[in-house]
T-cell receptor
Framework: AQSVTQPDIHITVSEGASLELRCNYSYGATPYLFWYVQSPGQGLQLLLKYFSGDTLVQGIKGFEAEFKRSQSSFNLRKPSVHWSDAAEYFCAVGASGNQFYFGTGTSLTVIP | DTGVSQNPRHKITKRGQNVTFRCDPISEHNRLYWYRQTLGQGPEFLTYFQNEAQLEKSRLLSDRFSAERPKGSFSTLEIQRTEQGDSAMYLC?????????????FGPGTRLTVL
């Protein structure tokens, strides 16, 4: 069965520090992987996606993610966090164009 | 490309009442999805349409829930005889069918509170 695990419920980083959010997935076929960001009371905004090819993908707002098949991971990174990055981050695996399976999310707090 | 829109943004209702939400997808997107998100959780799939056909429904979608997408454009999600457990954010997403997995674009959601 498809599933996504985000081990970190909450992360706090200082502004300007680097960030890594973890995501592990379980999926029987080639995964299609996504990261979304959600601000309080808002919908989800797509940060980046991986379908195939280069395992390091670049997204918006300076985010990147690396797909590691051997570890079933798709971790999100940013070299220098800004206060505006404080939000909830969701990793998702897409099942052949149909439903997405989301993790439970990681809440990011940025301290000055 | 104006994005996915949802109305209303907030809905407060009393237990036992019926509610209806509307979703307008990105134009020319032929797939439309409904998700439910409760506090502290990720979105959970409810159902999706390809054009006007409802192709898949989750077990979360009880018989009190019904979704339609007439003419393959906007969609409505109706909840009959609401219960307090229905309180959640209801998210709509749309995509354009390509090969493999589609990229889903989400609306701002409708937050339902059942008193």
């Amino acid at each position: 069965a498809q599933s996504v695990t985000q081990p970190d419920i909450h992360i706090t980083v200082s502004e300007g520090a680097s960030l890594e959010l973890r995501c592990n997935y379980s999926y029987g076929a080639t995964p299609y992987l996504f990261w979304y960001v959600q601000s309080p009371g808002q919908g989800l905004q797509l940060l980046l996606k991986y379908f195939s090819g280069d395992t390091l993908v670049q997204g918006i707002k300076g985010f990147e993610a690396e797909f590691k098949r051997s570890q079933s991971s798709f971790n999100l990174r940013k070299p220098s966090v800004h206060w505006s990055d404080a939000a909830e981050y969701f990793c998702a695996v897409g099942a052949s164009g149909n439903q997405f399976y989301f993790g439970t999310g990681t809440s990011l707090t940025v301290i000055p | 490309d104006t994005g996915v829109s949802q109305n209303p943004r907030h809905k407060i209702t009393k237990r036992g009442q019926n509610v209806t939400f509307r979703c307008d997808p990105i134009s020319e997107h032929n797939r439309l999805y409904w998700y439910r998100q409760t506090l502290g959780q990720g979105p959970e799939f409810l159902t999706y349409f390809q054009n006007e056909a409802q192709l898949e429904k989750s077990r979360l979608l009880s018989d009190r829930f019904s979704a339609e997408r007439p003419k393959g454009s906007f969609s409505t999600l109706e909840i009959q005889r609401t219960e307090q457990g229905d309180s959640a954010m209801y998210l709509c997403a749309s995509s354009r069918r390509r090969g493999g997995a589609d990229t889903q674009y989400f609306g701002p959601g409708t937050r339902l509170t059942v008193l």
